[in-house]
């Protein structure tokens, strides 16, 4: 199963949920840039898609100057016991993703099993398989 998400879907849910202007771009089949403008201020950061299971995805990002001390800054100040069950920091400038821990994605993890993420010109290619 093949499923795509646009980046302008995505830029468009962060900024509803989040009230956050996010711009995404492709990079390479695995790499997206992310960039986010807070006021006046760009921050451009690339999330490289690094594994993927069945039921989680583990990205590296660019660590230039502070980025991993604002990523650690940011999870902190974001911290719940639900944010902390799924977004986890690991070595090596990773950060791993808990799909089952997301309110709305168990039950489509009961019946689907993620096998890859690609990152295409205008947006993401997920690809699932039935269980």
Do not use: W
């Amino acid at each position: 199963m093949k499923l795509s998400i646009e980046f302008s879907e995505i830029s468009r849910y962060v900024e509803k949920r989040y009230n956050q202007n996010l711009t995404l771009r492709r990079v390479d089949d695995n790499t997206v840039s992310v960039t986010v403008k807070i006021a006046v201020i760009s921050k451009s950061l690339n999330l490289c898609i690094e594994e993927v299971t069945a039921d989680s995805v583990t990205l590296r990002y660019n660590a230039g100057f502070g980025v991993d001390s604002i990523i650690s800054l940011l999870l902190s100040f974001f911290a719940t016991p639900q944010t902390e069950k799924v977004v986890k920091k690991e070595e090596g400038h990773r950060i791993r993703v808990e799909l089952t821990g997301l309110n709305n994605s168990e039950k489509a993890l009961e019946y689907l099993a993620l096998e890859d993420i690609r990152v295409k010109e205008d947006g993401l290619s997920v690809i699932a398989q039935l269980k």
